[in-house]
């Protein structure tokens, strides 16, 4: 029913930028927020930053002044503008949605991940 598509990873040295994008399709009515999460190895899934439909964002305290959500509501899309990015950074980051289907079903899922490697 719903797709979610990331795309944007990959290897970057210590300081530099990265942007991450997140595009959902299917039978979407409207989309309740979309959020970024990353897991690094032996790690739990974490919050990174969320957006809701109202354009409120929330950010975990790590990537704070580093990381910037923003969204594009026509295209049904997320970006994580990543800056300064350090080793610590280094993980699979995954774009979640929630979604209200035409329909009136909700939907929560996951993107298949995009892997973010920070090293020199």
């Known amino acids: 029913q719903v797709q979610l598509v990331e795309s944007g990873g990959g290897l970057v040295q210590p300081g530099g930028s990265l942007r991450l994008s997140c595009t959902a399709s299917g039978s979407i009515r409207s989309i309740v927020g979309m959020g970024w999460y990353r897991q690094a190895p032996g790690t739990e899934r974490e919050l990174v930053a969320a957006?809701?439909?109202?354009?409120?964002?929330s950010y975990a305290d790590s990537v704070k002044g580093r990381f910037t959500i923003s969204r594009d509501s026509a295209k049904n899309t997320v970006y994580l503008q990543m800056n300064t990015l350090g080793p610590e950074d280094t993980a699979v980051y995954y774009c979640?949605?929630?979604?209200?289907?035409?329909?009136?079903?909700?939907?929560?899922?996951w993107g298949q991940g995009t892997q973010v490697t920070v090293s020199s």
């Open positions: 957006v809701t439909s109202a354009g409120t964002t």
């Open positions: 979640n949605a929630g979604i209200t289907l035409f329909g009136g079903n909700y939907y929560s899922g």
